[in-house]
Structures are given as C-alpha cells and as structure tokens.
C-alpha cells in the first residue's frame, strides 16, 4: 500500500510532467530529471527564457556617432496626454523628454535634428513649439495631429483644415497621423464603424497641408503579423504575446490590404500633397509593394523608423531598396524617450549606433534593438554598407528637401 508521502510526490511529478510554470527551467543535472521530463527524454525550455548567444566569429564595427549630421524625422518627444480606445483626445501633452536631457545624446550621436511628430494641436501644440522649436531652432521640429474630438461637429471637414493652418502660423513643420485613422477612430469617435482612411471629410485637411507645404507623416497598417492569429506559426508571437493589444486579428478590422488600398486612393486623389509613408511605407516584408507605391506616388516618400529590423533581415534586397529609392528614404528611429517598454525605439545611445551599424556597415548577424531578446522577432540583422553619396542622401538631405529645412 502507497503511503499518503510517496502518494503526493508521485502526483506531483505526474502533474510536472503535463503543466509547467510558464518560465520553469529545467536543469539537466537535477535527479528528478528522467520523471520530470515525461516520456520524450527532452528536456524543456520556455522561450521566453532561451537567450541563444552566437557563436559566430563576426566582425563587431563600432560607430559612435553618424558620418553625416541626422535628422531623425520620425521621434515622439511628446504624446497625448489622455486617450480613449487608441483615439487621443484633448490637447494637453505628456512631455517625454526635456530639450536639457535630449541635447547632449543628440550632440554625442551628430543628430543635428529630431522631429516630433506627436506635438499635438492648439494651445498643447503652441507650448511645445515655444518649448523646444523656438528655445532651439534647427534643433526640434513638432508636428500637429488632427483633433478628432471635434469629428462629430457637422463643420469639421472646415474645422480640420482650418487647424491645420492654425498650426502652420504657430510653427509646426507638418501632420501626423497615427494609425489611429483607419484601426480606432470610429463614426461616434470611439465607438461605432471604422471611419476609413480615405473617408472624404479629411480632404480638406489632405488639400491645407498640400497647400502650406506641410508634408503629412502618415501611419498606415502595421507588421502583416499584427493581422494573423497569435499562435505558433506566427512569427512575432512574442512580441505579440507581451501586447495583445496590437494585433488587429479578427474583430471588425479591415485587412493590411484593404488598409493600403484606401490609402493609395487618398494619395491618388492628393497629388500635391507629400506624403512620409512611415515604418518603410508600412509594409517592409513586401519592399516590391512598397517600391510599386514609390514608382506609382511621386508625392510619397517613406522613413525606416522601428523596422531595420525587417529591413536587415534580408540585406540585398534592401540594398536595390536604397539604390532604387535613394532620394525618398528619410532616417527616422520612431525614438521615445524613457520608452524601455519597446527597446527598438528607446531613445538612447545604443539605438542609435545599432541604425548606424545597420546603415554604414557590411557587418553581419547582429541585434536589431538594444535588448536581451530580438523584440520584435527572432531573428538578427546585417548591415547595408551604403555608400557616403546614399548616406547623406537618407541622413539628411532628403529630410530637408521634404521638410523645407536648411540643413
Ligand atoms: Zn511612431
């Protein structure tokens, strides 16, 4: 007869067996192993704990600070203060980061200029303006957003355009639009349908920006993995598997395609308008999609932010990228200050030197984000090794062209 000691130990090992704890590590040497492993004499891991380290002998290129001044056109110094089912309402901002905190970095890495797309509008706009664009000019540019809180007022189509040259007197450099039009702004603001991206009461504001030479900052869509199923074929199941929030699978979501399709027919309908298609147009696991859509749209350029991670994983292809489209690739990083959360855009040195890496060096199998895991899949990066003549085209040349600037 079992006795209730050896009773409970043998429950205990069979339940081992079937439920590990989420991060149990099994350590070989332990003289329970063979039991605990269960019939397949493996042993188990769980990935969140495998931190693989390379073997690889691969040239490790050091680049402290860019060979050109950068003006890195895609950061969020500061963000909407309050914000309801991904709509930010209300113009008051959070402010990220101090210019104080962010200058040394800047001047460390020879970022000459960041541009912050979040500057909000209204009096939340006029104070960031004051605050980091005029305390120091040539350093900071802001951005306005739309205020879609004034959405359901029968004017707004006027309302909107007129906000756009509202901030055009106050300073800003241009629009910003989050993917919020098109995955959560909805007919009653934060309930009811979708409102697509090409719904025509934003053509007013489209035409106000082509008209004050106020180039729009566009998110449209996001990684094809945010539109499948978060399951073990998915290849940012970690990533999504930390944000569940951020996949746009099932519900009432509109497809990455059908996303791109309104957006193309916004573009068509804006000739004179630019437009920064941002995270490499949206769509770098497809560079031929995103390469028709620069061919088709002259009035379209595109920035790399928090994607040098796709782009690095396949080197050659990105290479004809940049030497196709050399003149409408903008650097941008998507730099949050404070955003540890995210570690491919956390604004710090090491950020910075990976993009340069990335850009300015042929070095091979190396991690896309300042982080202990790849953040945002597993896999690693190899470098560009672009010529001086592309690099300062995309450092900053076409950055002030777009935006108007004196570099
Ligand atoms: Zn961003």
Request: glycine share 6%.
């Given at each position: 007869?079992?006795?209730?000691?050896?009773?409970?130990?043998?429950?205990?090992?069979?339940?081992?067996?079937?439920?590990?704890?989420?991060?149990?590590?099994?350590?070989?040497?332990?003289?329970?192993?063979?039991?605990?492993?269960?019939?397949?004499?493996?042993?188990?891991?769980?990935?969140?704990?495998?931190?693989?380290?390379?073997?690889?002998?691969?040239?490790?290129?050091?680049?402290?600070?860019?060979?050109?001044?950068?003006?890195d056109v895609h950061t969020h110094i500061t963000v909407s203060a309050k914000s309801k089912n991904g709509v930010g309402l209300g113009a008051e901002?959070?402010?990220?980061?101090?210019?104080?905190?962010?200058?040394?970095?800047?001047?460390?890495?020879?970022?000459?200029?960041?541009?912050?797309?979040?500057?909000?509008?209204?009096?939340?706009?006029?104070?960031?303006?004051?605050?980091?664009?005029?305390?120091?000019?040539?350093?900071?540019?802001?951005?306005?957003?739309?205020?879609?809180?004034?959405?359901?007022?029968?004017?707004?189509?006027?309302?909107?355009?007129?906000?756009?040259?509202?901030?055009?007197?106050?300073?800003?450099?241009?629009?910003?639009?989050?993917?919020?039009?098109?995955?959560?702004?909805?007919?009653?603001?934060?309930?009811?349908?979708?409102?697509?991206?090409?719904?025509?009461?934003?053509?007013?504001?489209?035409?106000?920006?082509?008209?004050?030479?106020?180039?729009?900052?566009?998110?449209?869509?996001?990684?094809?993995?945010?539109?499948?199923?978060?399951?073990?074929?998915?290849?940012?199941y970690e990533e999504l598997n930390n944000h569940p929030d951020w996949s746009f699978y099932d519900h009432d979501f509109p497809s990455n395609a059908?996303?791109?399709?309104?957006?193309?027919?916004?573009?068509?309908?804006?000739?004179?308008?630019?437009?920064?298609?941002?995270?490499?147009?949206?769509?770098?696991?497809?560079?031929?999609?995103?390469?028709?859509?620069?061919?088709?749209?002259?009035?379209?350029?595109?920035?790399?932010?928090?994607?040098?991670?796709?782009?690095?994983?396949?080197?050659?292809?990105?290479?004809?990228?940049?030497?196709?489209?050399?003149?409408?690739?903008?650097?941008?990083?998507?730099?949050?200050?404070?955003?540890?959360?995210?570690?491919?855009?956390?604004?710090?040195?090491?950020?910075?030197?990976?993009?340069?890496?990335?850009?300015?060096?042929?070095?091979?199998?190396?991690?896309?984000?300042?982080?202990?895991?790849?953040?945002?899949?597993?896999?690693?990066?190899?470098?560009?090794?672009?010529?001086?003549?592309?690099?300062?085209?995309?450092?900053?040349?076409?950055?002030?062209?777009?935006?108007?600037?004196?570099?």
């Amino acid at each position: 007869m079992t006795s209730r000691r050896q009773w409970l130990r043998q429950l205990s090992l069979t339940l081992s067996a079937f439920a590990q704890p989420k991060s149990a590590l099994f350590v070989p040497s332990s003289k329970e192993k063979p039991e605990a492993q269960g019939d397949n004499h493996k042993a188990t891991l769980a990935l969140s704990n495998y931190e693989p380290r390379s073997a690889l002998h691969a040239q490790e290129t050091h680049i402290e600070a860019a060979s050109f001044p950068v003006i890195d056109v895609h950061t969020h110094i500061t963000v909407s203060a309050k914000s309801k089912n991904g709509v930010g309402l209300g113009a008051e901002r959070t402010y990220l980061g101090q210019p104080d905190e962010l200058l040394p970095l800047m001047d460390r890495k020879n970022i000459r200029a960041m541009v912050n797309l979040t500057g909000g509008y209204d009096d939340g706009l006029a104070q960031v303006i004051a605050k980091f664009d005029k305390a120091f000019p040539g350093r900071f540019y802001s951005f306005t957003e739309p205020c879609y809180e004034r959405f359901l007022e029968p004017k707004y189509p006027q309302i909107q355009a007129d906000g756009i040259e509202y901030a055009h007197r106050t300073g800003a450099k241009g629009l910003k639009i989050l993917k919020t039009l098109g995955l959560y702004l909805r007919e009653n603001i934060t309930s009811g349908k979708l409102v697509k991206i090409d719904d025509p009461r934003f053509d007013p504001m489209w035409d106000a920006c082509g008209q004050l030479n106020m180039p729009v900052a566009i998110h449209v869509s996001d990684p094809i993995a945010f539109f499948t199923p978060i399951d073990r074929f998915n290849e940012r199941y970690e990533e999504l598997n930390n944000h569940p929030d951020w996949s746009f699978y099932d519900h009432d979501f509109p497809s990455n395609a059908e996303l791109l399709q309104a957006r193309n027919r916004m573009f068509a309908r804006h000739p004179r308008t630019q437009f920064i298609v941002l995270h490499v147009g949206n769509f770098a696991e497809n560079l031929d999609n995103v390469s028709e859509s620069l061919d088709r749209f002259s009035n379209m350029t595109v920035d790399i932010a928090a994607r040098i991670g796709e782009l690095g994983r396949q080197p050659r292809r990105s290479r004809r990228f940049f030497d196709r489209h050399q003149d409408r690739i903008l650097f941008g990083t998507d730099a949050t200050p404070h955003g540890d959360e995210f570690p491919q855009q956390v604004f710090n040195d090491k950020l910075y030197e990976i993009y340069y890496r990335f850009l300015e060096t042929e070095d091979e199998y190396f991690d896309y984000a300042p982080a202990k895991v790849p953040p945002q899949g597993r896999w690693r990066i190899y470098g560009l090794g672009l010529p001086h003549s592309i690099l300062e085209k995309v450092y900053n040349q076409n950055a002030a062209r777009v935006l108007g600037i004196e570099i």
